[in-house]
């Protein structure tokens, strides 16, 4: 299997414009998440779905940011407009929900950079 | 809610040598999962080592092996034989254990291996 496949890898964007983040979970995994990571911040968890509902999105920051995912092997992060303290790591992870406890399989990452 | 600390920012240890990063949790849960990820210079975040709760033995792989005290809500890893290819940050989560539950980093450990 691929892993869980995450594009851009980077993007660099001017305030007030709209960024999509993309992510291609695991075949067969049912479980997705979002995560952002910054220095001062850590890793934080913005939202997850289980079989393409989202599940939990409490660590959403505010309206600009919305996930979707339409279907099983494809989900959306936007954030419409950026603001440079957007800037971060985002990644998106899948898991087999099934399998308790079981490991988060993480994307590589994609590197935002707002201006 | 849950919450996951590292008090070590930064370590540095030399090659052969054997090092220990801490961590310490939070929670009222009895049966949780711990885990120890790597994330290289390249981002990628790698699965080191997982440890069941309800388990009273630690944890071990290959070199990598940890030192869980339930009582004490301690989970630290110690890396054996430190290798230059061990030079990472490495994150301590913790993770419910309801299937498909997120997981909850710390801010991370920064260790260099020098030679």
Known sequence: DAGVIQSPRHE??????????RCKPISGHDYLFWYRQTMMRGLELLIYFNNNVPIDDSGMPEDRFSAKMPNASF????????EPRDSAVYFCASSLGQGIGGELFFGEGSRLTVL | AQTVTQSQPEMSVQEAETVTLSCTYDTSENNYYLFWYKQPPSRQMILVIRQEAYKQQNATENRFSVNFQKAAKSFSL???DSQLGDTAMYFCAFMKPQAGTALIF??????????
């Open chain 2, 106 to 115: 710390g801010k991370g450990t920064t260790l260099s291996v020098s030679s």
């Open chain 1, 12 to 21: 660099v964007t001017e305030m007030g414009q709209e960024v999509t983040l």
């Open chain 1, 75 to 82: 989900s959306t992060l936007k954030i419409q407009p950026s």
């Open chain 2, 78 to 80: 110690k890396i054996s």
